[in-house]
């Protein structure tokens, strides 16, 4: 970067201020109520991303046959709507009053009411009086959470069983709310068998969206294997749509959970997030969520009484924290240089705008700076926009190996016919750059080559007129 000239940074937006946006991030497991929100409500809102994900709580919630104390998920839904963020819900998990195995998990995480009428019955009165409570206010409802993993389903995964509880969840929640959309998926193993029973339930055609969790060190293997279940899911529902609805890492190697015991670090993870919601963000997809807001124990394999159990720290969050003898998130909940990053990516990328082919080719060239011809372009990962404004911007970078890689390089860009100035911008940590005549060829007829330019592990942003203002 030392060959440009730094011009500014980009400018935080709040959510208030921001009326559509893909991006989004998980507030979950307050079901289980393992951080104190009220301490990260306005540093969420300060991202400026707009959709929120959260858990239902149905054991805490339901803690008496048939009586809802929704005063807990009142002030969540409360406090996000007026900080201009859009929640919406994943419904889970079990309920001791109805399931014995339920009451020997903490939080009932993966124990899913379809095993007895009754079960099946008391989760369609709560979906349903949830619904009802919210309508209005919230508008898309996901059943369950990653029920294709032994975690979540905890007496056997079965595609046709989650299927089942689909078309229930569908029913109660329509019934409550006709304009309501029903999110179906939440899934991260890409079975094409589990999801081809699913769908032989019947269940894609009850599912507006479906999601996926993208948890791989490289941003393309989640992509890839989903394009084998979007075929597969839009054969039985043309008009389905899709969202990723959790992909994040840790910040230090000790974490629990996804990707646990790799060699992260707090830069790394900033990498990750970048690299892998501008992956997602390649393909359309209706939102796109960061797991997660703070650092906090997993708990997803707890055992009531033993607090040892689900004592799991996991540190994905933009925000750090600490924590209390009973695992609860504490402290001041600081911002990472993953908190930055996501800032940067909210404020470029609100409103509307499109992903759009457009006319710019990666040119390598011999580059001095590095003693031989520079990278193809086929090695790069890179990508398109625009807005309706006529601006638009290329973003690319190197998907080299994240956690043993740091890439740096130049590439050459040529592009015709778009019109406005050229600048570049660091999308880690904001800074924009002016890029000087002396790396630029132009024929004063619409035709610019950019030589030289920086290119790294992660995503650079070679914007044309106002795209991030």
Known sequence: MDRLTKIGSVKPVHSTQVKESTLGLGFEKLDRAVFDPEKAYDKVAALGVKWIRIQSGWARTEKEPGVYDFAWFDDIVENLLCRGLQPWVCFCYGNSLYDEEAAKVFGAVGCPPVRSEEQKRAWQRYVAALVSRYRGKISCYEVWNEPDGKW?????????????????????????????????????????????????????????????????????????????????????????????????????????????????TPVRQAKFLARHLLAHMFEGVKFNSYFSCMDMIEALNGTVGDKASYLDYGYFGVLGAEFDADGVSTGEYKPKPSYRTLQVLAAIFREEFSVQELPVRVAPADSSLLARREDPGRSLLSCGFAKPNGSAAFVYWMPAEILTTTYEATITIECCSLPGEAKLIDLLEGTIYSIPESMVENDGKGYRRFLHLPLRDYPLLLTFGDFAE
């Open 152 to 264: 979540c389903w905890k007496h056997g995964v079965s595609g046709t069983e989650y299927g089942e509880l689909v078309n229930l969840t569908a029913a109660a929640v329509r019934e409550a709310d006709p304009e309501a959309k029903v999110i179906g998926g939440a899934l991260c193993l890409y079975d094409l068998k589990w999801v081809r029973d699913v769908l032989a339930t019947g269940a894609g055609r009850q599912m507006d969206v479906l999601t996926y969790h993208g948890y791989s060190p490289d941003e393309r293997h989640s992509i890839e294997c989903m394009r084998a279940v979007k075929a597969l899911c839009l054969r039985e529902n043309p008009a389905m749509e899709f969202a990723q609805g959790e992909t994040g890492t840790q910040s230090r190697s000790d974490g629990a959970g996804a990707l646990r015991g790799m060699a992260w």
